[in-house]
């Protein structure tokens, strides 16, 4: 039982350049969300999945775009990568019901010179 | 204004101590109340929750919540050197999608021996 997981793991891109993370969970979760964490702004959610086949906005969307594969796997895209978009990010699968416990990937650091 | 504000630390206390954390938020519509642990470079994890007012003890930890100051709390009795981590709390609107948590930015803690 892996959990959540995420590659790759670490990344160096140029700006302009575009890369895709992925993320997968096997806990049967309908709902899965993709965050950034920065020094001081703690995380914030980018974008979010709630069922399979559903994506809305989060608190920080511009620039990345989201695509459901299936249940399991959420993948970030990031078309034109920016300096403001050197992050770690963070996706998660959410249990269903409440409170919403959040199951974290070990995080993705992305570095945009 | 951020909703949530959490003082980001260090914190540091010698092993034994009461480490004692809080959050301050503005939302009153937040019902939900969790605290998730996050050792360096690792993702988040959830430590325990609390839904609406009141106090909840697990082992070595206690959070409370005092909705009417908009506050919430986490002590750590007997602290260990295994405790050194950032700790972030999150809230929730019942209302709000399950899993829809606002963050506060996190309080890293440093126990020493």
């Known amino acids: 039982n892996a959990g959540v997981t995420q590659t790759p793991k670490f990344q160096v891109l140029k700006t302009g350049q575009s890369m895709t993370l992925q993320c997968a969970q096997d806990?049967?979760?309908?709902?899965m969300y993709w965050y950034r964490q920065d020094p001081g702004m703690g995380l914030r959610l980018i974008y979010y999945s709630a069922s399979e086949g559903t994506t809305d906005k989060g608190e920080v969307p511009n620039g990345y775009n989201v695509s459901r594969l299936n249940k399991r796997e959420f993948s970030l895209r990031l078309e034109s990568a920016a300096p403001s978009q050197t992050s770690v990010y963070f996706c998660?699968?959410?249990?269903?019901?409440?409170?919403?416990?959040?199951?974290f990937g070990p995080g993705t650091r992305l570095t945009v010179l | 204004q951020k909703e949530v504000e959490q003082d980001p630390g260090p914190l540091s206390v010698p092993e034994g101590a009461i480490v004692s954390l809080n959050c301050t938020y503005s939302n009153s519509a937040f019902q939900y109340f969790m605290w998730y642990r996050q050792y360096s470079r690792k993702g988040p994890e959830l430590l325990m929750y609390?839904?609406?007012?009141g106090n909840k003890e697990d082992g070595r930890f206690t959070a409370q919540v005092d909705k009417s100051s908009k506050y919430i709390s986490l002590f750590i009795r007997d602290s260990q050197p295994s405790d050194s981590a950032t700790y972030l709390c999150a809230m929730s609107a019942a209302t709000d999608s399950w899993g829809k948590f606002q963050f506060g930015a996190g309080t890293q803690v440093v126990v020493t021996p």
């Open positions: 998660a699968s959410v249990r269903t019901g409440p409170p919403g416990e959040q199951f």
């Open positions: 806990m049967n979760h309908n709902s």
């Open positions: 609390t839904y609406s007012s």
